[in-house]
């Protein structure tokens, strides 16, 4: 594996010679070149968060709260507003919380196991990504995408963006929540909007970790020397999730002045935990774990550890590394979000708050 690294050429995780006590410069430095090249350029958080809340009949048989929220606040274009669900297990005492972006609509069933969840001792925050803008080609049209003016120079950002932004206002919403343990608010996503939750954990230091599931290309794994979807497949097919900048490297990764490693890296000194299926060869699971091993080397350089076990051998179907704040798990099977990927979640961030 550590020869495979050195054979792909990749940039370094850390500059020569960075020292501790500079780390957060370099973030805001690192965070505007992936703003700049790939993502595009967050706005602002916006003034006059405002939000109307609801409590649901389904409460999970009694075991928790489910409440339906409508986030608004005022744009350049006038009034965004979009809903999430929140569910918070019954408990005398602040509770853990991931924050999902979804694929679907709450209480769909697919890809999450809600009462698995709150019966680990987490909360739950749910947004469907299309209720914030559609994943669609529609020349920004759709959702939040039509309120803000594009300046068109090539920074203006993708709808990775945009559904991490939301994620971020519902973070602004959960600030308030009494019942929730403000250390232990985790970022999630699967695929695409592992993607996502990757950019927003990055960029929104309130989050405690980060949830990467199958988030492949784009996402967690490096992308020089990667099997699978490279960047002419996910620009081409995809092009309105990125900055108009990233089509550059089309056939020209290695101009990058980045790799996704580095990305990763900014998630430090906070927890993350990434993880792949066997089967899942267009993500590739050898370049996830590749990421998230060279992003440890930032955690290293804080004086923490990285990625646990030994690099050099091969991680077995079944095998969590989650001894370091970086955490790494492998399932056998395809590209999906099962309950074996969340109850390794539950287990890494548990883990490290015993």
């Known amino acids: 594996m550590l020869g495979e690294i050195k054979r792909r050429n990749l940039p370094k995780t850390i500059p020569d010679g960075l020292l501790k006590e500079n780390w957060s410069a370099h973030r805001k430095e690192m965070i505007a070149l992936f703003e700049r090249e790939e993502y595009g350029v967050t706005p602002e958080r916006p003034e006059n968060l405002r939000w109307t809340k609801e409590i649901q009949r389904d ?9 339906l929220v409508k986030m608004s606040f005022d744009t350049p274009m006038g009034e965004f507003a979009f809903p999430f669900d929140t569910v918070i ?27 698995e969840i709150i019966d680990g001792g987490y909360a739950i925050a749910v947004v469907n990504y299309n209720d914030v803008t559609k994943d669609t080609e529609d020349n920004f049209e759709s959702g939040i995408a039509k309120m803000y003016p594009r300046r068109n120079d090539g920074t203006d950002w993708g ?17 308030t929540l009494i019942e929730i343990d403000k250390n232990r608010i985790y970022v999630a996503g699967h695929s695409r909007l592992g993607k996502t939750a990757i950019w927003c954990g990055v960029q929104d230091e309130r989050f405690a970790g980060v949830v990467s599931n199958d988030s492949g290309c784009s996402g967690a794994a490096v992308t020089r020397g990667k099997k699978g979807e490279h960047v002419v497949h996910i620009t081409k097919n995809f092009p309105f999730w990125f900055s108009a900048n990233y089509q550059k490297y089309i056939e020209n990764e290695d101009s990058m002045p980045f790799d996704q490693h580095q990305l990763l890296s900014l998630v430090a000194p906070r927890f993350l935990c990434v993880g792949s299926a066997t089967e899942d060869e267009w993500a590739d699971p050898e370049s996830e774990l590749m990421g998230a091993y060279l992003a440890g080397e930032a955690y290293e350089m804080l004086g923490l550890t990285g990625l646990s076990g030994d690099i050099e051998q091969t991680v077995e179907p079944g095998e969590k590394r989650f001894d370091g704040f ?3 798990q492998l399932r056998k099977g395809t590209h999906f979000l099962s309950r074996h990927d969340w109850q390794g979640y539950m287990e890494f961030f548990g883990k490290h708050h015993e």
Do not use: C
């Not at 609509?105 to 890809?111: E, M, V």
């Not at 990775?160 to 600030?175: N, V």
């Open 59 to 67: 409460n999970v048989g009694g075991k928790a709260v489910h409440t």
């Open 89 to 115: 297990p019954n408990s005398d005492k602040p509770v853990p919380m991931f924050l999902y972006i979804s694929f679907h609509p709450y209480g769909s069933g697919h890809y999450l196991p809600i009462e």
């Open 159 to 175: 709808k990775i963006g945009m559904w991490a932004f939301a994620a971020s206002r519902m973070m602004d919403y959960i600030q």
């Open 326 to 328: 970086v955490g790494y």
